[in-house]
């Protein structure tokens, strides 16, 4: 069967472990990586990732080309670079190349750029990609509706260098209609990669829906698990959550 061909943008802390997660997986062919500056430049990411074969020719943002996107062929691009990157792949839209994007804080310009080549491809926007945080959203939403009047608060945790309130916390509480700064509450400790718990409070019963990211690998799995559904799609926009949500409508056990 043939592989799925990804061009990879980002290959910093996360950008690595993405990577490595498509390289080590059969179903994907890493093409290409893009970073921002010259570092390791037109070396291979699976080289660098300690592989034996070849795969992920390294480029740089000012290798792209109008004629880049022609020249080097994906199935799929999945983008764990930058807000800023979301410009770089104009070309790619117009050539119907299904986007990933899993910027977690875009601005809203970048955002209405995201919009526009929805209009041209099939986009996924996930500002947290694993599968887990997008289950924990959905079972909270499900979970707010049948208790109705339960007190709700969120902990999210996270590594000590993380100085921002965690993204996804803002989009379980506003998910759930919460005021953020009033219920969302940090913790920053170690190496901690994510943990998100949602505690919902009732007089004589108190239920936690909580997830944890182990490994930053949990966002490869998402991002493999994406793009896997978005190349199969036709134009629009799409986000995890919405697949979720379908999932859990089409595999709820009827007693
Ligand atoms: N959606 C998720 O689940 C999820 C999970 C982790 C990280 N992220 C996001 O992934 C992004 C990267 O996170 P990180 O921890 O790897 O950051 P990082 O700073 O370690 O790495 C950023 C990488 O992107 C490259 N880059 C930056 N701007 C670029 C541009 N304009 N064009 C091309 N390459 C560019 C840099 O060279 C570097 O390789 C961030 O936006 C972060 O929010 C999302
Ligand atoms: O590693 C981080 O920092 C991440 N932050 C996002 C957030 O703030 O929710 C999610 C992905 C990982």
Same mark, same amino acid.
């Given at each position: 069967m043939?592989k799925?061909?990804?061009g990879?943008?980002?290959?910093?802390?996360?950008?690595?472990?993405?990577?490595?997660e498509?390289?080590?997986?059969?179903?994907f062919?890493?093409?290409?990586?893009v970073r921002k500056?010259?570092?390791?430049?037109?070396?291979?990411?699976?080289r660098?990732?300690?592989?034996?074969?070849?795969a992920?020719?390294i480029?740089?943002m000012?290798?792209?080309?109008?004629?880049?996107f022609?020249?080097r062929?994906v199935d799929a691009?999945?983008d764990?670079?930058?807000?800023?990157?979301?410009?770089?792949?104009?070309t790619?839209?117009?050539?119907?190349?299904p986007?990933v994007?899993a910027?977690?804080k875009?601005?809203?310009?970048e955002?209405?750029?995201?919009r526009?080549?929805?209009k041209s491809?099939?986009?996924?926007?996930?500002?947290?990609?694993t599968?887990?945080?997008?289950?924990?959203l959905?079972?909270a939403?499900?979970?707010q509706?049948?208790?109705?009047?339960?007190?709700?608060?969120?902990v999210e945790e996270?590594f000590?260098?993380?100085?921002?309130?965690?993204?996804t916390?803002?989009?379980?509480?506003?998910?759930?209609?919460?005021?953020?700064?009033?219920?969302?509450?940090?913790i920053?400790?170690?190496?901690?990669? &994510?943990?998100h718990?949602? +505690?919902?409070?009732m007089? @004589? /019963?108190? $239920?936690?829906?909580s *997830?944890?990211?182990?490994?930053r %690998?949990?966002?490869?799995? &998402?991002?493999?698990?994406? +793009?896997?559904?978005?190349? @199969? /799609?036709? $134009?629009?926009?799409? *986000?995890?959550?919405n697949?979720i %949500?379908?999932m859990f409508r089409?595999h709820?056990p009827?007693?």
């Amino acid at each position: 069967m043939e592989k799925i061909r990804i061009g990879l943008f980002g290959f910093g802390k996360t950008g690595k472990i993405i990577a490595n997660e498509f390289l080590r997986n059969d179903s994907f062919l890493l093409e290409w990586v893009v970073r921002k500056g010259y570092e390791s430049h037109h070396k291979y990411a699976s080289r660098l990732l300690g592989y034996e074969f070849e795969a992920g020719d390294i480029y740089s943002m000012t290798d792209i080309t109008d004629t880049f996107f022609l020249e080097r062929k994906v199935d799929a691009i999945v983008d764990f670079s930058s807000a800023a990157g979301v410009y770089e792949y104009r070309t790619a839209a117009e050539l119907k190349i299904p986007i990933v994007s899993a910027i977690s804080k875009y601005g809203e310009a970048e955002l209405k750029q995201l919009r526009e080549y929805a209009k041209s491809t099939a986009v996924l926007y996930s500002p947290n990609i694993t599968l887990g945080i997008n289950v924990l959203l959905v079972a909270a939403q499900v979970l707010q509706k049948i208790a109705p009047h339960a007190d709700i608060e969120i902990v999210e945790e996270h590594f000590g260098e993380k100085k921002e309130v965690s993204g996804t916390a803002k989009k379980i509480a506003e998910a759930l209609n919460l005021d953020a700064a009033r219920h969302v509450h940090s913790i920053r400790v170690g190496g901690i990669v &994510g943990n998100h718990q949602i +505690v919902f409070g009732m007089p @004589n /019963q108190t $239920i936690r829906l909580s *997830h944890e990211s182990v490994s930053r %690998a949990a966002f490869g799995q &998402g991002a493999i698990f994406a +793009v896997k559904h978005i190349i @199969n /799609q036709p $134009i629009g926009m799409y *986000h995890m959550e919405n697949i979720i %949500a379908d999932m859990f409508r089409n595999h709820i056990p009827v007693y």
